[in-house]
Structures are given as C-alpha cells and as structure tokens.
C-alpha cells in the first residue's frame, strides 16, 4: 500500500461520497475508486460498502481508519521534526481559537510576535472551535497551544497566562426598546428572557456571576453551546444575550450594548500542554507572550 491510497482513504471516510472526495483531491473519480479498491484488495477486505446509493464504511473500514489517522499523523509529526531540526528558528505551531477573537485579537497577536521575533519564520495553522473541543484537541496532542477563555475546569497538565480582556455586550434585537441605547446597566435588562451559553463555560460563569451579584434570577428560554447560536436566537427575536462581539454579528439583524463603564470582560488566556515537549516554535511562542503579559 502507498501513503497516497491511505490518504484517499481518510478522505472517503471523511466524505463518504466518491465525487467529492475525488474533486477534494483533484482526481478523477476513477482513479480514486481504483486506488481504494487496489487497498481493499491488498488489504484482503472491503472497506466500503453501498446501501442503495448510500457509501458507509465497513467494521474493517472502521478498525482501519483509527489506524491510519494515527499513521499519517504520526507521519507528520516526523515531517515537522526534520523542519524543526533544519531550521530550528523557525517551524510551525498548531494553533486553535474561539471564534470571537479571529478577526481582531488573533491578526494582531500574530504580528506582535513575528515583530518581536524579526522575521516570520515561523508558520501557523489555524483552527476555530469551541473552547471545550479546543481544549481536548490540545490534552490529545492534535493543538500545540489555544486561545481561549479558561473553563470551569480544564486538567492539570493543561498551562496558561493571560493574554487580553475581551469586552462582553449585551446582544438585543433590531427594533428592541433598549436597542437606542449608548450602553446598559443590570437595571435595565433584569427582566428580560435570556439565552445563555451552556454551562461550564467561562462565558456562563461570568454572566451567572453578574446576576448574583445584583440578586437577579434570569428566565432563561435556551441554551445552546456557542455564540453564533446565541445571536441567531436573539436576531429571532426570542430573548437577548451577554456575549462578545464575533465576525458574523451583522448578519443577525442585533445590536451589541456595551455596559455602563465598560464594566464586563472576560480573560482570554494562551494554553499549552506541559506533559509534551515543545517545538523550539512554540516555546519561543509561550516565552513571548508570557512573559509580556506578566510584565
């Protein structure tokens, strides 16, 4: 077998339809049905099957997909390492983030340290996500460090320093009565329906610290786990929200209130796995940044 039919293979099992996964590859679609069927064939069993016009992977499909993936990264991870050792000012870190600090907080982040740095050697992938899945991709290994705000709980081995306070604002409707306002205090939107962020994250613990601070039991009508979610509710006009400012706000037919004295933030913070030895990228990365925001 050759890498490039264990590459084919993880794509149809990404997709499960050989059109797309020979366009996603820019190959014809008979090509890629000869190298997965000279796989199987090699292999000595089907890796897929048809249900009608349906593709699915096989319990053999299935068993070997977990053993490629873990191949092909552990693959990469040796291809990065040789980078690293040829060019061991430079390298590459894998690098997550909320959605909310990618079009503000994350460009200039990354200019401040090639600045400092005095080159850009140094390249980044990037990945958005929720801070809980970020947080798992970075205990497994597939993260080398994450922006995000700390959850209510996060493993030991899990390091972090603070990088910036991002403002949160109260997220009301198009045509809402306070929607005219210049900012809000907790007065004015006490008695109003909420949707909230699920709990354990940071976001939930820093509006369910607001509202016992003022004594205040919110009627919460949903909940639901990020925060493009919260404004297309609030945009439906079925509650409003405390959240921060995120690209596609605009989208939602909402309007952001900043609170009286700017009074709500939440930390966001640089984490890292301490239990894998770091790239000389990342721990240049980490040593920056910690070290500026400690000053």
């Known amino acids: 077998m050759t890498l490039q039919q264990l590459k084919y293979f993880l794509e149809m099992c990404e997709t499960l339809h050989y059109t797309k996964a020979a366009k996603n590859l820019n190959i014809s679609q008979p090509s890629l049905s000869y190298a997965l069927t000279q796989l199987s064939e090699e292999l000595g069993v089907p890796l897929f099957a048809k249900d009608g016009k349906t593709i699915y992977l096989t319990e053999y499909g299935e068993v070997f997909q977990t053993y490629v993936e873990s191949a092909i990264q552990i693959l990469s991870q040796g291809e990065q390492q040789l ?37 850009r050697s140094t390249n980044f992938s990037f990945q958005v996500n929720m801070t809980n899945l970020l947080i798992e991709g970075l205990a497994q290994g597939n993260l080398d460090a994450v922006l995000a705000p700390l959850p209510e709980s996060v493993p030991d081995f899990i390091h972090s320093v603070p990088i910036l306070e991002q403002e949160l604002f109260l997220l009301v409707y198009n045509g809402h009565p306070l929607s005219q306002r210049e900012y809000v205090t907790v007065e004015d939107f006490k008695d109003e329906k909420f949707v ?62 900043p609170f009286k004295d700017r009074e709500m933030f939440r930390t966001i913070n640089l984490l890292w796995n301490g239990r894998i030895e770091p790239s000389s990228a990342l721990e240049t990365f980490v040593e920056y940044f910690s070290t500026t925001r400690k000053a």
């Open 83 to 119: 980078r690293n050792m040829a060019n061991p000012n430079g390298g590459n870190i894998n690098l997550g983030y909320i959605y909310s600090v990618s079009f503000d907080a994350i460009p200039k982040l990354i200019d401040e340290f090639y600045v400092n740095q005095g080159d």
């Open 196 to 257: 909230m962020i699920n709990k354990g994250t940071n976001l939930f613990m820093q509006t369910d610290a607001l509202f016992r601070k003022h004594n205040i039991m919110p009627e919460i009508v949903f909940k639901v786990d990020e925060c493009n979610s919260m404004a297309a509710f609030v945009g439906a006009k079925l509650g409003i929200a405390i959240m921060p400012k995120i690209p596609s706000l605009d989208s939602y037919r909402v309007i952001a209130i």
